[in-house]
C-alpha cells in the first residue's frame, strides 16, 4: 500500500508547493498587464487547469514524470513589463503569440536549439533584470507595512532555515493570517471566492508583439523549458522534448483568451516528482506528475479566493510574498551571468538595460536589454587580441586571459548546455 500511495502523495506535494510558492507572482503579473481582479482570477484558474490536461496527457501517453507548471519568469516579466499600448487585449495576443512559437519551436527542432543557443550570460542577465524589481520588494514592504512584513519575512527566514521546501508557502500562510486579522469584515462583502473564465478578444500591435510576445517566449523557452528537460535527463529519463513543446504550446494557445499567459514544463518542482522520494521504481514515478497535474488543476478553483486575497492585501505585500519566492532564481540567474569573466561587461549592461525598465518605441526593457548585451557581446568577440607579455604569463588564474579568450567564453555552443532554471 505504502508503494502505492507514495507517488500519489508526492504529486499531492508537488501541486502545493508549486502553487502556494508562486501564485501571487501570476496574479501581480497579469494585474500590471492591465487584467481586471475577474480577469486576473480567470487567468490563474486557466493556467491551472491548462498545465494540469498537459501534466495527465504526457504523463500517461509517454510514462515519464513530465510535471508541468505556469511560466514563473513569464509573469515576472509581466511585472516588469507593465501596461502595454493598447490594454489588456492586446497582452491577451501577445500571450497566443507566445503560445504559437513555443509549439513551433515544438514542430521545428532548429527553432529550439536557436533558443537554447542564447549564451548563459546573456540569458542569466536578463532573467535576474526581470526579477530584481519584485526581489525588492520585500525590503519595500519592511519599511512600508513593517507591522504586517516582519512576521512574514520572519517565518520565511525559519522556514529557509529549516525546512526550506515550506519557506514560501509559510510566508503565504502568515500573509494570510495578517491579512485576515486587519482587514474589516465589511472588507469582504461581494467578493467572489469562485473563479469566472473571463474570455477576451485579443487585439496586436507591433510593439507588444516585440516587446512582450517574443521576450515571454524566450523566458519561457531559456528559464523553464530547457532546465525542465535538463532535470528529467538528470533523473536518467529521455524526455519526448518536441511533445512537451507542442502540448504547453497548445495549452497556452486555449488558455490564452481566458488570460492565461504560458505553461511549461516545471524546472524545480519538477524534481519532486522526477526524484526518488516519489518512488523506488522509476517506472512509477509518472503517477506522481499526472497526480501533480489533476492537483494543480483543482487548486485552480481557489484562484478566485486567491485573487480576493490578493486584492484585500496592501500590494507591496503581496509582491513581497513574490519576491521571497524568487530570491533563488534571481541568485542562480546573477551567477549563471556573471561566471564568464570574457562576457561579464555585456552581462552587466544586458542586466542593467533590462532592469531599468525603460520602454523605447512602445517596446519594454527585456528586449532591449537582450539587443544591448548582445551587441556588447559581439563588439568583445571581435576585439584584437592584446598582444602577449612577459606579465602575462603569470596572470592569475581569475583574470580572463588566464580563463578563456573572449570569443571561447560567448560561443554559444559553450553556453547552451546550461541556463538558468527558475522556481515554479
Same mark, same amino acid.
Given at each position: 500500500?505504502?508503494?502505492?500511495?507514495?507517488?500519489?502523495?508526492?504529486?499531492?506535494?508537488?501541486?502545493?508547493?508549486?502553487?502556494?510558492?508562486?501564485?501571487?507572482?501570476?496574479?501581480?503579473?497579469?494585474?500590471?498587464?492591465?487584467?481586471?481582479?475577474?480577469?486576473?482570477?480567470?487567468?490563474?484558474?486557466?493556467? +491551472?487547469?491548462?498545465?494540469?490536461?498537459?501534466?495527465?496527457?504526457?504523463?500517461?501517453?509517454?510514462?515519464?514524470?513530465?510535471?508541468?507548471?505556469?511560466?514563473?519568469?513569464?509573469?515576472?516579466?509581466?511585472?516588469?513589463?507593465?501596461?502595454?499600448?493598447?490594454?489588456?487585449? /492586446? &497582452?491577451?495576443?501577445?500571450?497566443? /503569440?507566445?503560445?504559437?512559437?513555443?509549439?513551433? =519551436?515544438?514542430?521545428?527542432?532548429?527553432?529550439?536549439?536557436?533558443?537554447?543557443?542564447?549564451?548563459?550570460?546573456?540569458?542569466?542577465?536578463?532573467?535576474?533584470?526581470?526579477?530584481?524589481?519584485? +526581489?525588492?520588494?520585500? /525590503?519595500? =514592504?519592511?519599511?512600508?507595512?513593517?507591522?504586517?512584513?516582519?512576521?512574514?519575512?520572519?517565518?520565511?527566514?525559519?522556514?529557509?532555515?529549516? $525546512?526550506?521546501?515550506?519557506?514560501?508557502?509559510?510566508?503565504?500562510?502568515?500573509?494570510?493570517?495578517?491579512? =485576515?486579522?486587519?482587514?474589516?469584515?465589511?472588507?469582504?462583502?461581494?467578493?467572489?471566492?469562485?473563479?469566472?473564465?473571463?474570455?477576451?478578444?485579443?487585439?496586436?500591435?507591433?510593439?507588444?508583439?516585440?516587446?512582450?510576445?517574443?521576450?515571454?517566449?524566450?523566458?519561457?523557452?531559456? =528559464?523553464?523549458?530547457?532546465?525542465?528537460?535538463?532535470?528529467?535527463?538528470?533523473?536518467?529519463?529521455?524526455?519526448?522534448?518536441?511533445?512537451?513543446?507542442?502540448?504547453?504550446?497548445?495549452?497556452?494557445?486555449?488558455?490564452?483568451?481566458?488570460?492565461?499567459?504560458?505553461?511549461?514544463?516545471?524546472?524545480?518542482?519538477?524534481?519532486?516528482?522526477?526524484?526518488?522520494?516519489?518512488?523506488?521504481?522509476?517506472?512509477?514515478?509518472?503517477?506522481?506528475?499526472?497526480?501533480?497535474?489533476?492537483?494543480?488543476?483543482?487548486?485552480?478553483?481557489?484562484?478566485?479566493?486567491?485573487?480576493?486575497?490578493?486584492?484585500?492585501?496592501?500590494?507591496?505585500?503581496?509582491?513581497?510574498?513574490?519576491?521571497?519566492?524568487?530570491?533563488?532564481?534571481?541568485?542562480?540567474?546573477?551567477?549563471?551571468?556573471? $561566471?564568464?569573466?570574457?562576457?561579464?561587461?555585456?552581462?552587466?549592461?544586458?542586466?542593467?538595460?533590462?532592469?531599468?525598465?525603460?520602454?523605447?518605441?512602445?517596446?519594454?526593457? &527585456?528586449?532591449?536589454?537582450?539587443?544591448?548585451?548582445?551587441?556588447?557581446?559581439?563588439?568583445?568577440?571581435?576585439?584584437?587580441?592584446?598582444?602577449?607579455?612577459?606579465?602575462?604569463?603569470?596572470?592569475?588564474?581569475?583574470?580572463?586571459?588566464?580563463?578563456?579568450?573572449? &570569443?571561447?567564453?560567448?560561443?554559444?555552443?559553450?553556453?547552451?548546455?546550461?541556463?538558468? &532554471?527558475?522556481?515554479?
Amino acid at each position: 500500500m505504502a508503494g502505492r500511495s507514495q507517488p500519489v502523495l508526492a504529486g499531492v506535494v508537488t501541486a502545493l508547493v508549486g502553487f502556494a510558492s508562486s501564485f501571487t507572482v501570476v496574479l501581480a503579473g497579469l494585474r500590471a498587464v492591465g487584467a481586471s481582479d475577474a480577469q486576473a482570477a480567470s487567468g490563474l484558474l486557466a493556467v +491551472c487547469v491548462a498545465a494540469g490536461i498537459s501534466a495527465v496527457w504526457l504523463g500517461v501517453r509517454h510514462r515519464i514524470p513530465i510535471s508541468i507548471a505556469w511560466s514563473t519568469p513569464g509573469a515576472a516579466l509581466l511585472v516588469a513589463t507593465g501596461a502595454v499600448p493598447g490594454g489588456w487585449p /492586446v &497582452a491577451v495576443g501577445a500571450f497566443l /503569440v507566445s503560445g504559437a512559437l513555443i509549439v513551433a =519551436a515544438g514542430l521545428f527542432p532548429a527553432l529550439g536549439r536557436a533558443v537554447a543557443a542564447i549564451p548563459r550570460p546573456i540569458a542569466g542577465a536578463m532573467l535576474a533584470g526581470v526579477l530584481l524589481p519584485l +526581489c525588492t520588494a520585500p /525590503v519595500r =514592504a519592511l519599511v512600508e507595512v513593517p507591522r504586517l512584513a516582519v512576521p512574514v519575512v520572519s517565518v520565511w527566514l525559519l522556514l529557509h532555515r529549516f $525546512a526550506r521546501r515550506w519557506a514560501v508557502p509559510g510566508a503565504l500562510v502568515v500573509a494570510v493570517v495578517a491579512i =485576515a486579522v486587519t482587514t474589516p469584515v465589511a472588507g469582504l462583502g461581494g467578493t467572489r471566492l469562485l473563479p469566472v473564465v473571463e474570455l477576451t478578444a485579443p487585439a496586436w500591435n507591433v510593439a507588444a508583439l516585440i516587446g512582450l510576445a517574443l521576450p515571454l517566449f524566450l523566458v519561457t523557452m531559456a =528559464a523553464q523549458n530547457v532546465p525542465g528537460m535538463a532535470v528529467l535527463v538528470g533523473y536518467g529519463y529521455r524526455p519526448p522534448f518536441g511533445a512537451a513543446l507542442r502540448a504547453t504550446g497548445l495549452t497556452t494557445l486555449a488558455a490564452a483568451p481566458a488570460g492565461g499567459h504560458a505553461v511549461n514544463l516545471a524546472a524545480i518542482t519538477a524534481a519532486l516528482a522526477a526524484g526518488p522520494d516519489a518512488h523506488p521504481d522509476p517506472d512509477r514515478r509518472w503517477i506522481a506528475s499526472v497526480t501533480a497535474g489533476i492537483g494543480l488543476a483543482l487548486l485552480g478553483l481557489g484562484a478566485g479566493a486567491a485573487t480576493a486575497l490578493v486584492a484585500l492585501a496592501p500590494p507591496v505585500l503581496i509582491e513581497a510574498v513574490a519576491g521571497l519566492a524568487l530570491l533563488g532564481a534571481l541568485a542562480t540567474a546573477l551567477t549563471s551571468a556573471l $561566471a564568464e569573466p570574457a562576457a561579464r561587461e555585456a552581462a552587466v549592461v544586458t542586466f542593467i538595460v533590462t532592469a531599468s525598465g525603460v520602454t523605447l518605441a512602445g517596446v519594454g526593457g &527585456a528586449f532591449w536589454g537582450l539587443v544591448a548585451g548582445g551587441l556588447m557581446l559581439m563588439l568583445f568577440r571581435h576585439r584584437p587580441a592584446t598582444p602577449a607579455t612577459p606579465a602575462a604569463s603569470t596572470a592569475s588564474p581569475a583574470s580572463p586571459a588566464a580563463t578563456a579568450s573572449p &570569443a571561447a567564453a560567448a560561443s554559444p555552443a559553450a553556453t547552451a548546455s546550461s541556463v538558468p &532554471a527558475v522556481g515554479d
